[in-house]
């Protein structure tokens, strides 16, 4: 497995696996996807955007955002491609990321699910995330929050 960064070129990409309105709401929050989101998210200068390669096809789109402020990191729009999906793809794109946001100064990573995803939650419990539900009263009360320490891929 080998992560890359993402480009505005992989945006058809992300599009073929948001198809599903579910997928797309889980990743999105939004119940359709367009390009301007894809564009919004590459544009934004604290938000940047990987791909999971397995043998050179792409399986895996996840972002990490820094919040400078909070001194923070989240993990977000995370999804796997629908053929990949239950084989431990997620877990290894997490685990990936959780190794990108090393390289940040920040001690928490954060992570928001809808919570009715119960494989998310099922997957970010399996690489060491717990929720944190001082979060879901503090930010936003839809989501479920979760956290890991960074540093401890």
Request: include cysteine; charge should be positive; proline fraction near 5%.
């Given at each position: 497995m080998k992560l890359i960064r993402a480009t505005l070129s992989d945006e058809p990409l992300i599009a073929g696996w948001l198809q599903n309105d579910t997928d797309c709401f889980y990743t999105t929050g939004e119940e359709v996807y367009s390009a301007d989101m894809y564009r919004s998210w590459h544009e934004a200068s604290d938000q940047f955007g990987y791909i999971l390669l397995k043998e050179d096809q792409p399986v895996a789109y996840g972002e990490i955002w820094e919040d400078v402020e909070e001194r923070d990191l989240e993990l977000a729009h995370l999804i796997v491609h629908p053929s990949y999906r239950n084989q431990g793809i997620g877990k290894q794109l997490v685990r990936m990321l959780q190794?990108?946001?090393?390289?940040?100064?920040?001690?928490?990573?954060?992570?928001?699910?809808?919570?009715?995803?119960?494989?998310?939650?099922?997957?970010?419990?399996?690489?060491?995330?717990?929720?944190?539900?001082?979060?879901?009263?503090?930010?936003?009360?839809?989501?479920?929050?979760?956290?890991?320490?960074?540093?401890?891929?």
């Open positions: 190794k990108e946001c090393m390289a940040f100064p920040y001690p928490w990573i954060y992570l928001r699910i809808e919570p009715e995803n119960s494989r998310a939650l099922k997957c970010y419990s399996g690489v060491g995330f717990i929720k944190d539900e001082s979060l879901r009263t503090t930010c936003n009360s839809r989501w479920i929050w979760m956290k890991a320490r960074n540093g401890e891929a």
